[in-house]
């Protein structure tokens, strides 16, 4: 225990600068996704294009797509969210995903982590030997899923994020990145928060 927190420490001491803002950008937008709050977005756009240069230099690929992902996302989201209906009131509204919707999440995360897995094992062998396929694979496509599901306004959606902090955290801790690792707790406890958060929502609607 004092080793890590040795660790954790060190950390953050030898955090760079763009490091501890994507950090702060990051708990900021997942606090506004928990209020249902379209700030989620613009905010979220910040954290998503800081951490996909510290993704490459760490040679956390998945990740760094993933964040690329975000960024894309992050501008559909914030379209749909935006949208009024007649009484000016979201078009989109919190709901739980049917039968159908959790066949094709499925799916959808398998797809991604099926090919994600397969680009992170071939960098590995012939250009990055750092990569660690099957976390960064796994972390990935649960993220993927999360975010996809999240501009739909799936209930579900904070399932796939709980799954990716928690695969990431140690995925960034080995990596050197400690108070990035530590900011995923932080996402860990929010994404449990927004998620019953959300089904009060989705209930009463």
């Known amino acids: 225990m004092q080793?890590?927190?040795?660790?954790?420490?060190?950390?953050?001491i030898h955090s760079p600068w763009y490091?501890?803002?994507?950090?702060?950008?990051?708990?900021?937008s997942v606090w506004y996704s928990r209020k249902e709050n379209i700030l989620v977005y613009p905010v979220g756009l910040v954290n998503t294009l800081?951490?996909?240069y510290l993704s490459v230099k760490g040679h956390l690929f998945g990740e760094a797509s993933v964040n690329l992902y975000y960024s894309i996302m992050s501008v559909y989201g914030w379209l749909r969210w935006a949208r009024k209906n007649n009484q000016h009131q979201p078009e989109l509204r919190i709901t739980w995903s049917s039968g159908k919707?959790?066949?094709s999440q499925l799916l959808f995360f398998l797809g991604f982590f099926v090919a994600i897995y397969i680009c992170l094992a071939y960098l590995k062998t012939g250009f990055?030997?750092?990569?660690?396929?099957?976390?960064?694979?796994?972390?990935s496509a649960t993220a993927f899923t999360g975010m996809w599901l999240m501009t739909r306004k799936k209930v579900e959606s904070w399932y796939w994020w709980i799954a990716t902090n928690?695969?990431?955290?140690?995925?960034?801790?080995v990596k050197g990145y400690v108070f990035t690792s530590f900011?995923?707790?932080i996402l860990l406890v929010l994404a449990v928060a927004g998620l019953i958060a959300w089904k009060k929502k989705a209930n009463n609607q």
């Open 50 to 52: 800081m951490y996909i």
């Open 3 to 12: 080793d890590i927190l040795r660790q954790f420490t060190n950390g953050i």
């Open 19 to 28: 490091e501890i803002v994507a950090v702060v950008f990051g708990i900021a």
């Open 128 to 139: 990055a030997p750092g990569v660690l396929p099957v976390p960064d694979a796994l972390a």
């Open 166 to 173: 928690t695969v990431s955290i140690p995925l960034y801790f």
């Open 183 to 185: 900011y995923y707790l």
């Open 101 to 103: 919707d959790w066949i």
